[in-house]
């Protein structure tokens, strides 16, 4: 079995900081890329920006510049750094990682439970 675990969301005013973790447990072979994708009501779940294994970094255009995606291997653990949030960024966040669970498995895609960001004007 797999977990993912989000934390750090919160409220925050406009031009506020807020960092978010992912923590990927169980059993795990190794981790292809993580990532971090937010939704907001009505609307279809978007890219906020990913990260491989190798360090190799993939951002929204709305968000360049203003997010900082990294990660720790030796904790599978991927954080997304928001400066400068707009309230337009409010939204559940959700990690993502596509791994192998043991040698010779096939990759799957595994999602936390999401996590609330609040920008406020």
């Known amino acids: 079995q797999v977990q993912l675990v989000e934390s750090g969301g919160g409220l925050v005013q406009t031009r506020g900081s807020l960092r978010l973790s992912c923590a990927a447990s169980?059993?795990?072979?190794?981790?292809?890329?993580m990532g971090w994708y937010r939704q907001t009501p009505g609307k279809q779940r978007e890219l906020v920006a990913t990260?491989?294994?190798?360090?190799?970094?993939n951002y929204a255009d709305s968000v360049k510049g203003r997010f900082t995606i990294s990660r720790d291997n030796a904790k599978n653990t991927v954080y997304l750094q928001m400066n400068g949030l707009k309230p337009e960024d409010t939204a559940v966040y959700y990690c993502?990682?596509?791994?192998?669970?043991?040698?010779?498995?096939?990759?799957?895609?595994?999602w936390g439970q999401g996590t609330q960001v609040t920008v406020s004007s």
């Open positions: 993502n990682a596509e791994l192998r669970r043991g040698l010779g498995f096939g990759t799957l895609i595994y």
């Open positions: 990260i491989t294994s190798g360090g190799s970094t």
């Open positions: 169980g059993t795990i072979f190794s981790i292809n890329y």
